[in-house]
């Protein structure tokens, strides 16, 4: 297991809303985002498969390119791929923006 | 012709299986009468998974929701079948435990509260074993204070089942509910063959298991109430039903020298077959609303 964290600090807009989306079953993961004081949006990913912080890395940096929302990440992972990991963001902004 | 006339019926029906452990708890209420007790924000995480390399989940793969069925308070705990297997440890044992107990004090009080526990588990989470045991043993001594006062009602849609240690919890409640495809049984296939060869009980057959642990067979052999339809307003309706319905005269529990000797009554000489089972064990006894 690995915990990994990254930094946005150019995400700056607030947001009111809070989300959570998902699940920890085998190839999926669960994601809360919420509404954070601080400046810029702060991510922090437990994950049960290890060695992947680079792919990781590219995700969030495809991820906070489009949205600049300031929020807390939080994963719990089982091996969600990329993919899934970007659909599971991309749900739990359309939560946010409802 | 009409597009509702080609498109069968259960291509349109809303299904409960596909539905994950929180959206199914939350498709039993009236709409808007529900919130989520302790849910993923609170993060109540199991504090012994990660000292095992296991990633947890914010809501310890147990969702509470108290609401209002019918017009009438009830609270549902939902067990996550994708999460672990749906397996109970310290905390969503906890969950569910304090859940019913707050449903028990305030059905002592005059406001009767049901409790619908939707089970999809292999029973005991065995990264916290005796912790594990302790919440199986906690949730059935919660269950057995609880239903002389309101319902306890058990529905297994599938298709994890409901397996181990909390199928206990399953046999004690006051009804229990079940679909075509879920499977009810205290040793799943796998632990059965493990344990007596293949002989005794082949997993990788799927016919069998569902002849057996299957949710049609459960309730013609009268061990489960109500077999309903994999559909949302079907299933809705159903623990509606029990919900408002009165308290079994007799449980099931309570029946031991019954089931005892029905059991004795068995000629194990010959294979004892499925439908046949069924036809001599009907479901008479059980006080069912169907």
Redesign the interface.
């Known amino acids: 297991m690995e915990q990994i964290e990254f930094d946005y600090p150019a995400a700056k807009r607030s947001i009111t809303k809070r989300a959570h989306v998902g699940v920890v079953g085998s190839g999926d993961m669960e994601v809360l985002m919420e509404p954070t004081q601080s400046e810029g949006a702060h991510v922090s990913i437990t994950t049960s498969v290890d060695g992947f912080q680079s792919t990781w890395k590219a995700v969030f940096d495809r991820f906070f390119s489009k949205f600049d929302g300031a929020v807390r990440v939080q994963i719990n992972d089982a091996g969600a791929t990329p993919g899934s990991v970007m659909l599971r963001l991309e749900q739990a902004v359309e939560v946010i923006n409802q | 012709m009409s597009q509702t006339g080609i498109i069968p019926e259960f291509v349109r029906r809303q299904s409960f299986i596909e539905l ?2 929180r959206k199914r708890a939350q498709s039993l209420f009236d709409e808007g009468t529900w919130k989520e007790l302790v ?3 609170d993060r109540m ?1 199991s504090p012994w998974l ?1 000292l095992q ?6 809501d310890d ?1 147990c969702i509470v929701i108290k609401g209002k069925i019918g017009g009438m308070a009830a609270v549902a705990i939902a067990l ?1 079948g ?3 297997g749906g397996s109970i440890g310290e905390v969503s044992g906890a969950k569910m435990t304090a859940a019913l107990d707050l449903a028990t004090k305030d059905s002592k009080t005059g406001k009767r509260t049901a409790a619908i526990l939707l089970l999809e588990t292999g029973g005991v989470r065995l990264q916290e074993a005796n912790l594990g045991l302790a919440a199986v043993a906690e949730v059935i001594s919660s269950v057995l204070a609880l239903r002389p006062h309101a319902p306890v009602i058990t529905l297994i849609a599938g298709t994890v089942g409901c397996f181990g240690g909390m199928s206990l919890a399953a046999g004690v409640s006051s009804y229990v509910v079940m679909t075509r495809e879920a499977r009810l049984g205290l040793n799943g296939p796998e632990v059965i063959e493990q344990e007596s060869g293949i002989d005794e009980f082949d997993s990788s057959d799927r016919t069998l298991i569902w002849a057996i642990h299957g949710g049609e067979q459960r309730v013609g052999m009268g061990l489960a109430d109500a077999l309903v339809e994999d559909d949302a307003g079907k299933i809705k309706a159903t623990i509606r039903g029990y919900v408002q319905a009165d308290l079994p005269l007799e449980y099931r529990s309570e029946q031991v020298e019954f089931y005892r000797d029905r059991v004795t009554a068995l000629d194990t000489s010959e294979q004892i077959n499925p439908m046949s089972l069924r036809q001599r064990w009907s479901n008479k006894t059980t006080g069912g609303l169907q």
């Open positions: 994950d452990g849910g993923p924000f995480e990660p390399g296991v990633a947890p989940q914010f793969g996550e994708a999460f672990q």
